[in-house]
């Protein structure tokens, strides 16, 4: 502008709103924001249905940047995520009842597939309301209610049994074989309402992402190659992907965390009856835990004075004021 239109730099900077001394001294970019954009970029090739916030929750214990800084470099380097558009439903909406501790309510519904010559497959995913992991998934040609349970022990070996399982009204989970493992493990049935998949909101909510991140970016040839992917996806999800439910760190972090919790609390808790507990020294010894003091004899009125008789009852009268 300077030179095609014969303007001052005063005159310039002023039509254009820039300061005469952000002019004369652009900012350079620096190291720091070099890295962090290359970071940025090989994620986001990585990982295409990653937006700016979950890379940012992942580059963040190594680079420290904050997600303004990341969506800053994000927008900078010509990134978009497409979204895509979901069809909306008329049905209402029903909160759900958060969990309150790990292994209290799983939750778990199938998905389905398709191999690359059309055949289709089966994908059972199962979730820990409170943690977010994903417990299980596992996929098949079909499967019963008897496979289902098999599974479900299977995972059960590494992390117990959960209290409850909520689960829609498919014939997999009403079939009297599912029916009777849960009432032999103590297990509370969840069955949501039929056609209201909002309340089963979490497994859904997995759904999405294991078909954004998964399904929809891979072609499976063999049901042998989409085990394999599926098991490489859950392990990333698990222990990679941070969750924004989960304090923006991974699921099995969080749960490793609380866990640690819950043991130091139950620790703590040890000390306090420990404590209440303590045993103190008595006549006959020590070792024997304090209990209530004894009760004092009733008080003898013809009890002997200390010269061995028997108190009268002048001795008892009242003296008479002076007078």
């Known amino acids: 502008m300077i030179e095609h239109c014969q303007l001052s730099e ?53 680079h420290g940047a904050n997600h303004k800084r990341v969506w800053r470099l994000y927008k900078e380097l010509g990134l978009q995520v497409r979204k895509r558009r979901k069809k909306k439903s008329g049905n209402c909406r029903v909160p759900l009842v958060a969990a309150r501790y790990l292994n209290q309510t799983w939750s778990m519904d199938f998905t389905s597939d398709a191999l690359d010559n059309g055949r289709r497959i089966k ?23 008897q496979y289902v349970t098999r599974l479900l022990d299977d995972a059960a070996r590494f992390r117990g049994y959960p209290q409850a399982i909520r689960t829609d009204n498919g014939p997999e989970f009403t079939a009297r074989a599912f029916l009777a493992w849960t009432q032999q493990h103590d297990i509370q049935h969840i069955l949501i309402q039929p056609g209201r998949p909002m309340q089963n909101g979490y497994i859904e909510s997995l759904n999405d992402t294991l078909r954004d991140e998964c399904l929809n970016e891979n072609v499976f040839e063999t049901l042998r190659q989409a085990r394999e992917l599926l098991s490489r996806w859950r392990d990333d999800y698990n222990q990679i992907r941070p969750h924004s439910s989960c304090q923006r760190m991974p699921p099995a972090l969080f749960a490793a965390k609380m ?29 024997q835990a304090a209990g209530p003091l004894p009760e004092l004899p009733p008080l003898q009125t013809d009890a002997l004075c200390v010269d061995g008789h028997t108190p009268t009852a002048a001795a008892h009268t009242p003296l008479a004021p002076p007078t």
């Open 10 to 62: 005063r005159r310039a900077c002023t039509l254009v709103g820039l300061s005469r001394d952000a002019y004369r001294n652009p900012a350079a970019s620096s190291a720091s924001n070099t890295a962090l954009a290359a970071a940025i970029k090989e994620v986001a090739l990585q990982r295409r249905r990653w937006g700016y916030r979950l890379i940012g929750d992942f580059l963040r214990p190594k």
């Open 123 to 145: 994908c059972l995913v199962v979730a820990d309301d409170y943690s977010h992991e994903c417990v299980q998934i596992a996929t098949d040609f079909g499967m019963g209610a």
């Open 259 to 287: 866990r640690q919790q819950e043991a130091s609390s139950a620790n703590s808790n040890n000390a306090e009856q420990a404590v209440g507990t303590t045993r103190l020294p008595t006549a006959q010894g020590c070792g």
